[in-house]
């Protein structure tokens, strides 16, 4: 998916700010344009999984013409910043690991402890370890 974004151009003083339009409250910044689109992925990606959390659509990106035609962005530089959906798709996968007895064991009785399922604790322990 692309998503365009309204650059404010930095200085010696100020840094690059970036503006997601098509999703409001979405925004990021960078000391160098370079880091401030790389931010700006970031902030789309988190901003969409926010969404995905809160049972909302995922907006669609409206046309670039469409942005740049309004008076608010005036002056503004534009780009496209491409966000790859599957990098927070909660679609199940089926896997196949490789994993030591003694490790195994210890994960199946955390698991138990904790009263889930083995992909279950996994995936609990996965995503709150990850953040």
Known sequence: MHYPVAIEKGDKKRV???VVPDLPGC???GD?????????????????EGLLD???????PR?????TKRRQWKGWTW?????????IDDKVERI???LPRRVLRVIDDAAKRAGESRSGYIARVGISGAK
Not at 32 to 48: C, G, P, Q, R, V
Not at 79 to 87: C, Q, T
């Open 54 to 60: 809160d049972k909302q659509p995922i907006p669609e």
């Open 96 to 98: 196949n690991i490789t």
């Open 63 to 67: 046309p670039l013409e469409e942005h």
């Open 32 to 48: 160098t344009l370079d880091e401030a689109l790389m931010n700006a992925k970031e902030a789309i990606l988190l901003h969409l």
């Open 79 to 87: 780009a496209v910043v491409e966000v790859d959906l599957s990098e």
């Open 16 to 18: 690059y700010g970036v």
């Open 27 to 29: 925004f990021s910044a």
